[in-house]
């Protein structure tokens, strides 16, 4: 199975601010999944964009994919304090999921 | 309320004793796996299951135990407790293995083995 390592470690910005979070991974996959974890928490799946597929929007998120790279970003527009998490990607081929270390997003108001 | 159901949220284990942890989904998923989290490590896959009486080691399995016998339940056993497993447990399910579809997690048990 895929591994998924997210860069930076930690971010953090204000309210309104756009966040961005990348994700790069070694192998060829199928798929690649973004998760948020709230603290202590279960993760939460947030989107997956294919293989063929360059982005995916879904409400303020926007998650990019170049597989020639083998890395992806997901950017978060006007950011909430709500949004404060850590996010986790997955990248997948024919198996289980594995999960990185995260990015630790803190918005402050 | 669907979803995966893990009890029980909290436990304290003394070195040596048993206990299993419980998960429960009920939207009749295939795939359903046991997650643990330690700071600084990410999640690290314990044991997962394709389906009733099917269940495969993951990257972490020794000292846990697992069965499958109906789709929804997925029990983690732990056989005799020690301090390095102080974590949190995750169990996640899927309808496939494959990731074709985003996993759907419990609200996690926190365990502490002192």
């Known amino acids: 199975s895929q591994q998924g390592e997210e860069d930076p470690q930690a971010l953090s910005i204000q309210e309104g601010e756009n966040a961005t979070m990348n994700c790069s991974y070694k192998t060829s996959i199928n798929n690649l999944q973004w998760y948020r974890q709230n603290s202590g928490r279960g993760l939460v799946h947030l989107i997956l964009?294919?293989?063929?597929?360059r982005e995916k929007h879904s409400g303020r998120l926007r998650v990019t994919l170049d597989t020639s790279k083998k890395s992806s970003s997901l950017l978060i527009t006007a950011s909430r304090a709500a949004d404060t998490a850590s996010y986790f990607c997955a990248p997948s081929g024919y198996s289980t999921l594995t999960f990185g270390k995260g990015t630790m997003l803190l918005v402050s108001p | 309320n669907a979803g995966v159901t893990q009890t029980p949220k909290f436990q304290v284990l003394k070195t040596g004793q048993s206990m299993t942890l419980q998960c429960a989904q009920d939207?009749?998923?295939?795939?359903m796996s046991w997650y643990r989290q330690d700071p600084g490590m990410g999640l690290r896959l314990i044991h997962y299951?394709?389906?009733?009486?099917?269940?495969d080691q993951g990257e972490v399995p020794n000292g846990y135990n697992v069965s499958r016998s109906t789709t929804e339940d997925f029990p983690l056993r732990l056989l005799s407790a020690a301090p390095s497993q102080t974590s949190v447990y995750f169990c996640a399910s899927s309808p496939t293995l494959t990731g074709n579809y985003g996993y759907t997690f419990g609200s996690g048990t926190r365990l502490t083995v002192v």
């Open positions: 299951s394709v389906g009733a009486g099917i269940t």
């Open positions: 964009i294919r293989s063929n597929e």
């Open positions: 939207m009749n998923h295939e795939y």
